[in-house]
């Protein structure tokens, strides 16, 4: 029963991590985070243990929805390049700050985090002042398959900076980086919606590999659920990708805000009432 409960929650983060770039751990980790302490199916598992089983699918989910993504070119590999190299050293460092939250407070910042990206994609087209970094940066244009033209850009040296913060929410929190760095690519730097996501999971596959080998290390990654867990988080990949290419830009910013909303409400709740 809890392995069939497991690969049912790693086809829905394989889904919803591949649709909209979140890379699968931030629907894992609240999902098993709930059904842990609501309904004490694994009561073995601690925060970090989730997250470093979160790590170790999204070597999986990334890998599957990156080769995806790859057949219709939507991924952009110079910058999920230079994206990999700012938020790895901040993956490393997050993972062990991660030992040291107790699960209250890993679920009300968890929470804050998601709110605050949701509110700000609501926003997106007020903030003006993200042109700054499109013209102050590395340009470039796409087209989409509607034919829409975009022109997206960044300065490298900011794209560094932001992704160390990146890699370091994804270590601590074990949500691949996708739930930040997605809405950070559209709303900062212009990215079209389905470059942005593909672009993400391609990153999001190098940075937990990166991220697992230091869980791996501080000994939080429960091998037994990974056998549930990866078949179906990488099958859910493929079927996130392949609706991903069938909905329109605007769209897929609706469904990532909602999502992250949804979560982000829920996560606070947690950890308010069990603190």
Not at 111 to 133: E, N, Q, T, Y
Not at 158 to 177: D, E, K, Q, R
Not at 249 to 275: D, K, P
Request: hydrophobic content about 55%.
């Amino acid at each position: 029963m809890v392995f069939l409960i497991m690969a049912l929650v790693g086809v829905v983060s394989g889904v919803v991590g591949a649709l909209i770039g979140l890379g699968g751990g931030v629907i894992l980790v609240p999902a098993l985070l709930f059904l842990g302490t609501s309904f004490a199916f694994f009561p073995e598992l601690s925060p970090q243990k989730i997250v470093g089983l979160s790590v170790v699918m999204m070597i999986f989910t990334g890998l599957s929805s990156t080769l995806a993504y790859m057949k219709v070119r939507t991924v952009d590999y110079k910058s999920g390049l230079i994206f990999f190299a700012g938020s790895a050293p901040g993956t490393v460092i997050g993972a062990f700050v991660n030992k040291n939250l107790d699960l209250p407070t890993f679920n009300l910042y968890f929470g804050i985090l998601l709110v605050l990206l949701s509110l700000l994609l609501m926003l997106r087209d007020h903030l003006k002042a993200v042109f700054w970094f499109v013209n102050n940066g590395r340009k470039t244009t796409f087209t989409d398959a509607q034919g829409k033209q975009y022109i997206y850009g960044y300065p490298i040296w900011f794209a560094l900076l932001l992704t160390f913060f990146v890699g370091f929410a994804s270590g601590l929190f074990g949500i691949g980086g996708g739930s930040i760095i997605v809405p950070a690519m559209i709303l900062l730097f212009l990215f079209p919606p389905h470059v942005a996501i593909g672009t993400s999971m391609f990153m999001v596959f190098l940075s937990a590999l990166v991220n697992s080998v230091t869980h791996i290390s501080l000994g939080h990654v429960p091998w037994i659920y990974t056998i549930a867990v990866v078949p179906g988080a990488y099958i859910g990949a493929k079927i996130g990708a392949n609706l991903n290419k069938r909905l329109d830009s605007e769209m897929l910013v609706v469904i990532l805000r909602i999502v992250l909303l949804v979560l982000g409400l829920r996560s606070i709740y947690e950890g308010i009432f069990s603190s």
